[in-house]
Nanobody
Framework: QVQLVESGGGLVQPGGSLRLSCDVS????????MGWHRQAPGKQRELVAA???????NYASSVKGRFTISRDNAKKTVTLQMNSLKPEDTAVYYC???????WGQGTQVTVSS
């Protein structure tokens, strides 16, 4: 069974930073591409960033230059460093194993003054 546990969310002011983490179990982690998604109230879930098993990355235009995705295959974790946060970044953030329907509970990020 694939298990995904997101953490690191919270309340921050505009311009602030957060680092999200996702602990993964139930798969041979290093073989899979990973992604971070987010869902804001009233909106569809969207892909924010993705990383292959080999470390190649892709970002949504809205976060490019501000967010960085990374992974540690030994620890079986994927992280999302978020800088220069904006109110429109407010959402529940989820990590996902690419090609699988599994989702964790997510972690809430709220950007507000």
């Amino acid at each position: 069974q694939v298990q995904l546990v997101e953490s690191g969310g919270g309340l921050v002011q505009p311009g602030g930073s957060l680092r999200l983490s996702c602990d993964v179990s139930g798969i041979i982690f290093r073989l899979y591409n990973m992604g971070w998604h987010r869902q804001a109230p009233g909106k569809q879930r969207e892909l924010v960033a993705a990383i292959t098993g080999g470390g190649s990355t892709n970002y949504a235009s809205s976060v490019k230059g501000r967010f960085t995705i990374s992974r540690d295959n030994a620890k079986k974790t994927v992280t999302l460093q978020m800088n220069s946060l904006k109110p429109e970044d407010t959402a529940v953030y989820y990590c996902n194993v690419q090609g699988r329907p599994d989702w964790g509970q997510g972690t809430q990020v709220t950007v507000s003054s």
